[in-house]
């Protein structure tokens, strides 16, 4: 009988692997980390309780300095054996997560409710957040300066709060007959947080029964919701899903996905070449404005801050120019129940390690820093000589929609960056997934990244 053929694959051609099959072997650290990072997301629901967590965590090391711009941002360094003037090396990713804020003057009582007004922050699908349990998180700030912190819905035994929704029996022109943006306004966005008389009051009986409980819980009165950060968020734990565990959901995870992977890479980096910074910015989901996003000059304070420390002389500008980042932020992952926008052939698939997306922006690329060929073939080279699954990815078809991520605030300052995470499902939804592996994988291309010389 003739020998059989093996049949090859064809050496010129290129076939995208499952990052599950490539770090097969490696099951038991993806898992590990994926404890940990689970951990940190069902704690972490706010970009100060972030840069808390991080912080903490970091202080076991004493070959790492943090900087901290008003606890809602964090730089993490490490310091290389070149000097800065040689640049350095930056990743880069936010903390904040799309969330209802509280307004100024929130509470009032209607239909013998008390409720809290909200205006919602970045991109939500408003019906997502209805009809569910939803807790409280942030500061209030006090007249004599005093700070409360609060962290109300997620622990047993304690009350949650929740938006209510229309029942389906009496939505047909309120909301079936509508447009999805019409159907949920922002305006209707209310919190539910009473419903039981103050008996003794004279008139709006439920708001009085709420704020003699939050003098007495908090210290505070009505007017100290004009100083407060309150975000209200999903109640409840990050979840492994999936009857393989093989996939983590939570809130969150744009993204604190990179921002957990960044501070554990640089927490596990020995011996980088170049002063390494894990980046940790505010604000990126309402566009990176303000003193705490990725616009404002935080980045050279730390610069400064570091040559100080280091007692280098150093032109930031041209420290800046000199160096490489890479911008950790999430892509969309192929949808199963929405193939049509995707364009197959490049969009990221769950599992298939981390996304390397070369360009944002929508219409043509507007808005976006792409990254030369040059940059990307630095980064791939890497990737592909660590044995680290990875993907590239674009988000969504030609014109179907698009993004974009901090990379070009970064890019304006002459580096190179190029945008790095792993693909989600269901992203900025109250439980956004992950695959377990692609956390891993993100983790292990930022330290290959920060290691690199
Ligand atoms: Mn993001
Ligand atoms: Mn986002």
Known sequence: MPKKKPSHT????????????????????IDAFARDYI??????????EAVAYIRDRSTLDKGLLAFDNRGKALALCRTGSRPLSDGIRIVVSHLDSPRLDLKANPLYEDTELAMLKTHYYGGIKKYQWLARPLAIHGVVIREDGTAVNVVIGEEDGEPCFTIEDLLPHLAGKAQYGKKLEEAFQGEK?????GSRPDLKAKEEK????????????????EQDFTSADLEVVP?????EVGFDSSLVGGYGQDDRV????????????????????????DKEEIGSDGNTGAKSIFLEEVLWALAERLKQDIAPARVLYRSRAVSGDVNGALDPDYPEVHEKSNAARMGYGVCVTKFTGSRGKS?????????????RSILNRKKIPWQTGELGKVDEGGGGTVAKFLAEYGMDIVDVGPPLLSMH???????KVDCYATYLAYRAFMEES
Request: aromatic share 8%.
């Open 10 to 29: 064809n050496p010129l051609a290129h076939k995208p692997r499952s990052g599950w099959d490539i770090l097969a072997g490696k099951e038991a650290r």
């Open 39 to 48: 951990r940190f997301l069902s704690t972490v629901k706010t970009e100060r």
């Open 189 to 193: 966005l209310n919190l539910i947080v």
């Open 206 to 221: 439920v708001k009085a029964r709420i704020l003699d409980l939050l003098h007495r819980r908090y210290g505070i009165v």
């Open 235 to 239: 109640a409840g734990r990050a979840r």
């Open 258 to 281: 990179c921002a957990w992977a960044a501070s554990a890479a640089i927490l596990d980096a020995r011996k980088v070449p170049y002063t390494t910074i894990a980046l940790l910015v």
């Open 367 to 379: 808005g976006a820093s792409e990254a030369h060929a040059e940059y990307m073939g630095w980064i």
């Open 429 to 435: 939804a109250p439980f956004e997934l992950a695959s």
